[in-house]
């Protein structure tokens, strides 16, 4: 078990969940604030159920770290700046949007070579 990945997990899950109802009942968005809104709620949730999956893996060496590092971050600059670009339209955070795709996909093609090469083990010793 990964603790880090779980509790980035559970982080990432809770600010997708608590964003979306936040968007559906509380904020007045426009069509395209709302787009970037749900665009960034569903990335984030797609992280965080990523992170949970990783929690139950054992990758070696430094890739375990690498590819949470990457998932984490990644939504938080991705899910982040479209949350903020919704609120503010504060136009310099679409720089900082492909950042955060760019460590997303980093996370899932890392995991994606570690698994071709068949070094992941299941933290029930699988």
Partial sequence: MNRPALFLAGLHGFLAVACGAVAAHALQLNAQELGWWNK????QSMQALMLLALGQLSLPGRWQGVIVFSAAAGALLFSGSLYLLALTHWRPLVFVTPAGGLLMLTAWAALALVAW???????HGE
């Fill in 117 to 123: 090469r068949g070094t992941t083990h299941s933290a």
């Fill in 40 to 43: 960034a709620v569903f990335y």
